[in-house]
């Protein structure tokens, strides 16, 4: 992936990251749950009386909010600089790290750190000693 550093857009980012921070506030006020979405995905597999209908609601949102988008403005354009094996094996392990992990980074990063839960900042530093030690190892060790 390549990252137009010309165009990076603060504002927008910062407007972002406090619509992400309000809608996980106002998640867990209203519902009492977390918004993290593996725990959501998960909750699908073997759901709960009553579990089933906000689990959707919120799933589909997140892939029906950039169709909607698209309407009003173009997405931007997105290249990924790898083939499909390494995609499928990306997202194996990812889905791996979450399980071992108790929850995703959507979970410990927004909400979990929010909450200044212990878990989630181990969690969220070994997620983030993971990345830098792939990064390095793939940027320029294997290079």
Do not use: E
Not at 4 to 22: K, M, N, Q
Not at 25 to 37: D, P, S
Not at 60 to 74: D, E, H, Q
């Amino acid at each position: 992936m390549n990252i137009d550093w010309t165009h990076f857009t603060p504002w927008a980012s910062l407007a972002g990251g406090i619509l992400i921070g309000v809608a996980a506030a106002v998640f867990i006020l209203f519902n009492g749950r977390i918004a993290g979405i593996s725990g959501i995905l998960g909750g699908l597999l073997r759901p709960a009386k009553n579990d089933i209908l906000w689990r959707l609601a919120f799933l589909a949102g997140l892939v029906l909010a950039p169709l909607l988008y698209a309407m009003v403005s173009p997405l931007p354009d997105t290249v990924v600089d790898a083939d499909a094996g390494i995609l499928i094996a990306a997202g194996l392990l990812v889905g791996i790290g979450t399980r071992y992990g108790a929850g995703c980074t959507s979970g410990h990063g927004v909400c979990g750190i929010a909450r200044l839960s212990p878990r989630s900042l181990v969690a969220i530093a070994c997620f983030m000693a993971a990345g830098f030690a792939t990064v390095f190892i793939v940027r320029h060790l294997l290079a």
